[in-house]
């Protein structure tokens, strides 16, 4: 749910605008992947700790998440919110971001010297003089909802300075602080650990639980099979395969710290045969635009089935995480053409040195490889194309895909929708970016052409893409292969005051706000006639506004007024008394 706060007549506007083409269409311009630089640009400046008391973390860079690396480490915070929270080094606020979501409340802090940007997230309290600045912002633009870049004159900050309180804001469940450290000059995400390593500990060595060994499709037999083998790492008989052609090795694993519960991702991980390094995969640093190729260092198949991240060393031809993988296979495929043994090791590393080894055989045998049948018209990775089949168009743009892939097409009646349910492509093919899907509706026969949507059919639930109707089709861009169809959203946002008998009381008013399919675009709350900043929390679906004596007179009843608007420009209003 993104929110903004704007004013009526601005919302007035926009509904007439609601989504709009070129909102849209920003989805076909490529972003340029720069070269990455190898290693952090300042790697042994000293950065002051964030806390006073022992540094742990709950999370490590480059955890392997959904869609995402881990762009920072988290430290935790005693279970607590409202610890002070200390700059790294002397510099500037380069940027301030307040959401519901996301971030929550973060600060962006440039370091000139260093060529560094340190940041911290989910905080729950500015120090005043950010906090000034900030809220002179939002009122000025009666929004909660913010995201300021700061020129390098405007608040200055040194090296151990109070900047924050922590806190638990934005996409955060639990209290911790999300730090980040990234290359000033391209923006990159660096692994924060190596400047705190000193101040925290660390012996345990990252552990493998599994081994899996995935066939090449039509190249490879594993076990007899043109799918994978798993092997359970707990088991005390040695790790073994029978394989022929081309193969990919893959590991499930986690790493592990001192003192702690938590698992992380492991940083560093390779693959030797025959006692030949032949791949080696490092995560100490990417760019954000190429953060999704993470789907490529795993079994996507997998992952989206069983939720599991087998990391294999398969690479694809595109080979968008060029510098964190290194391999002198061909696409990270094994090559057993021989009937003998290859003695393999996987090799994991943390920060800290700390290493396992597992090792495991693949006996060459040769064995019959079975035939993967391929549908669907052939779109290349480096190539625009489009597929037009009766009542859908697809158009593929440069690195939607990884590789080149075959995308299969088909379609199904259902009387729910206004047009068929199309599956496309297979759910196993990861995506680089979006692509744009234009759908003929059957029956058009809805006045108000906002309200048609796209979605996803999901086994459980639906998701809803921000969707443009022009001449009898609904066009939107998606970021994944599976079923698609179209439907409307017809229905408004849920306003639902939470206590509102205890509002003058606790001094504070709550609405639990809502939508049932497209998602909240904006919400106005008024006091009085007028605008009072409620703030918003995602994760629970709530806002909320401090009563302030000096927005709101004591002594007497009020009323609140909350209105929102949907992304289908479905409207709501609620008003309700209060005394305070
Ligand atoms: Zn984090």
């Keep these: 749910m993104r929110i903004r706060l704007i004013t009526n007549a601005i919302v007035l506007l926009l509904l007439t605008a609601c989504s709009s083409t070129n909102d849209l269409r ?94 911290y997230a989910h905080i729950e309290k500015f120090a005043t003089k950010i906090d000034s600045v900030v809220r002179a912002e939002q009122y000025r633009r009666e929004t909660f909802a913010i995201n300021l870049n700061l020129p390098a004159d405007s608040i200055l900050v040194s090296k151990g300075e109070i900047i924050a309180l922590s806190g638990n804001s934005g996409h955060s469940f639990g209290p911790h602080l999300h730090m980040e450290v990234r290359d000033i000059e391209t923006g990159d995400a660096i692994d924060p650990l190596p400047y705190f390593k000193s101040l925290l500990v660390d012996t345990d060595a990252p552990q493998a639980l599994e081994l899996a060994l995935y066939p090449d499709k039509n190249i490879g037999s594993v076990n007899g099979r043109k799918s994978a083998t798993y092997l359970s790492v707990s088991t005390e008989e040695q790790l073994q395969f029978n394989a022929w052609g081309m193969v ?6 986690n790493d592990y710290m001192t003192n702690t519960h938590n698992v992380y991702g492991v940083k560093y991980m390779s693959l030797k045969v025959d006692g030949v390094e032949v791949y080696k995969r490092t995560i100490d640093r990417f760019q954000f635009e190429a953060t999704r190729a993470i789907n490529t260092l795993v079994d996507y198949n997998d992952l989206n089935k069983k939720g599991t991240w087998y990391m294999y060393t398969r690479v694809p031809k595109s080979q968008p ?11 990270g495929a094994v090559n057993i053409e021989k009937e003998r043994d290859y003695k393999c090791e996987f090799v994991l590393l943390d920060e800290y040195g700390n290493k396992s080894v597992v090792p495991f055989v693949i006996h060459g ?46 379609s199904r009646e259902d009387s729910k929708y206004y047009s068929h349910i199309y599956s496309i492509g297979d759910n196993a093919i990861p995506l680089g970016r979006t692509y744009r899907i234009a759908i003929d ?17 999901g086994k459980n639930s639906n998701r809803a893409y921000k969707s443009l109707y022009k001449n009898g089709q609904v066009i939107a861009y998606v970021d994944r292969f599976g079923d698609f169809t179209v439907t409307i959203d017809d229905k408004s946002p849920q306003l639902v005051p939470v206590n509102p008998n205890k509002w003058g009381e606790v001094g ?68 309700n008394k209060f005394y305070w």
């Excluded at 995480?321 to 696409?331: D, H, I, K, R, Y």
């Design 26 to 119: 920003n989805n076909e311009q490529e972003k340029e992947l720069k070269p990455l630089a190898q290693r952090a640009p300042n790697p042994t400046a000293s950065l002051h700790r964030p806390f006073d008391f022992p540094l742990v973390l709950s999370g490590n860079f480059g955890e392997l998440r959904a869609n995402h690396f881990h762009s920072g480490i988290d430290f935790k915070t005693q279970g607590e919110i409202g610890k002070s929270i200390h700059c790294a080094y002397d510099g500037y606020v380069s940027q301030v971001s307040v959401s519901g979501g996301g971030y929550g409340r973060a600060i962006y802090v440039t370091h000139p010297e260093i060529g560094l940007t340190t940041v």
């Design 248 to 253: 990919y090795p893959a590991i499930l694993a």
């Design 321 to 331: 995480l060029g510098c964190m993988v290194e391999t002198s296979l061909p696409n």
């Design 365 to 410: 045998v040769k064995q019959e490889i079975k035939p993967v049948m391929a549908a669907g018209k052939l779109i290349k990775y480096n190539d625009e194309d489009t597929i037009k089949r009766d009542g859908i168009e697809l158009r593929f743009f440069k690195n939607v895909l990884y590789e080149d892939s075959h995308i299969p097409v088909s």
């Design 441 to 457: 509706i059957k029956n058009d026969i809805v006045k108000d052409k906002r309200k048609y949507q796209i979605i996803r059919v």
């Design 508 to 575: 504070k008013i709550t609405y639990r706000i809502s939508d049932n399919l497209s998602g909240i675009k904006h919400y106005r709350g008024e006091i009085d006639g007028k605008w009072v900043m409620f703030e918003a929390d995602t994760k629970n679906s709530i806002i909320t506004y401090k009563l302030d004596s000096e927005e709101v007179k004591r002594g007497q009843s009020h009323e609140v007024k909350l209105f929102s608007v949907d992304e289908c420009c479905n409207e709501s209003v609620i008003t």
